[in-house]
């Protein structure tokens, strides 16, 4: 009876075993920081999401959509997230092998953020302001856009290059009129307002015309071909994650909690409520869930090789997305 009990438990073990070497192992890579706006990626590993798919996710931290592509073109990372605009811009000049395989944030997240009773209730009041910005992000890029769509130029504002961090205290304090911000940090910034006896007023650039495709789920073009297989079990994973994060936003807060402890549930769970309108909107219960339509993928075009000079017509952007990963409805 012994043996028998023993030889069932070293079976065990060895079950155990084979089932941990056959996890596939997958290196996931952020675009900046850890946060709300981040949750799927830690409820995919935190409640069993990707382990249910087979898949061991570490998790690689980045600097910016830059930075991001990068990592993923030079294969030190098979899938992240980035700004789909900033890869479409790199695969038109560099021709990175990296490729989009789910929509993210199908709205553009960038936004003017200012204090109420400042006058400045509109994008197009914009002209005559001091706005301060953070030297990295890529609502940069777009700016000329948006102000083109209000009439006005840089010329026709005070721009101000600042570390992320100041960017609040400024706004708070009067060094600027406005800052520029995205809509994922609205809790924030309205946290931060707060405290100082004020109230945030966002002003986000998609009413005022500036419409595109924005954060999307990108991979490696040699993870793709080399383990497709276990591309689309992920990309599976992380949809039911997002899924997740929309039922569930506390829960999915303390998944983020759970993994960065630095990070308060509360603001994680602000930040991730503040970014969910970004995933689930009329383009989503129009299109789907991840989808990439080709008239709003080529909209996002135009406007990405407009701000940056770039030939529109010398690019297709459908090559810069891969449909076949993404799960049915």
Same mark, same amino acid.
């Given at each position: 009876?012994?043996?028998? *009990? ?20 997958? %290196? ?11 949750? @799927? ?19 690689? @931290? ?47 997240? /960038? ?31 777009? *700016? @000329? *856009? ?10 026709? *504002? ?10 609040? @205290? ?32 966002? !002003? ?5 015309? !500036?419409? !595109?495709?924005?954060?999307? =789920? ?6 793709? %071909? ?21 039922? /569930? ?16 549930a509360e603001d994680v769970t602000g930040s991730l409520k503040d970014a969910l309108p970004l995933i689930f ?5 129009? /299109? ?21 000079? =770039? ?10 997305? %891969?449909?076949?990963? =993404?799960?049915?409805?």
């Amino acid at each position: 009876m012994q043996e028998r *009990l023993l030889g069932a438990c070293a079976l065990g073990g060895l079950m155990a075993a084979s089932s941990a070497i056959a996890a596939d192992k997958v %290196a996931y890579q952020l675009d900046w920081l850890p946060g709300g706006d981040k949750a @799927p990626i830690y409820v995919c590993i935190e409640k069993g999401f990707c382990e249910a798919e087979g898949l061991d996710v570490t998790i690689v @931290p980045g600097r910016g959509s830059t930075d991001a592509i990068s990592r993923l073109a030079a294969g030190s990372s098979d899938i992240g997230m980035a700004d789909i605009g900033a890869l479409m811009a790199a695969k038109a000049q560099e021709g990175v092998g990296v490729t989009a395989v789910m929509s993210v944030f199908n709205t553009g997240p /960038h936004a003017f953020y200012t204090l109420a009773g400042s006058g400045f209730g509109s994008v197009a009041d914009v002209k005559g302001r001091t706005i301060a910005t953070s030297p990295f992000t890529s609502s940069n890029v777009y *700016l @000329p *856009l948006v102000l083109e769509e209000v009439g006005a130029t840089e010329d026709d *504002l005070t721009l101000i290059k600042a570390d992320p961090g100041a960017l609040g @205290p400024m706004l708070m304090t009067g060094q600027a009129d406005g800052i520029i911000a995205w809509m994922t940090d609205l809790t924030r910034y309205g946290n931060q307002a707060a405290e100082a006896g004020k109230e945030i007023v966002a !002003l986000p650039w998609s009413e005022a015309g !500036l419409e !595109l495709y924005s954060a999307a =789920l990108i991979a490696s073009d040699g993870f793709l %071909a080399e383990r497709p297989d276990v591309a689309a079990r992920f990309v599976r994973a992380f949809r039911a994650s997002v899924e997740f994060c929309r039922e /569930h936003p506390e829960d999915a807060a303390a998944s983020v909690a759970a993994i960065v402890p630095e990070l308060g549930a509360e603001d994680v769970t602000g930040s991730l409520k503040d970014a969910l309108p970004l995933i689930f909107n009329e383009v989503t219960g129009t /299109h789907g869930l991840g989808t990439f339509d080709a008239d709003r993928l080529a909209a996002t075009w135009a406007r990405v090789a407009e701000a940056q000079g =770039l030939d529109a017509a010398g690019f297709d952007p459908e090559t810069a997305v %891969a449909r076949s990963y =993404l799960p049915e409805s």
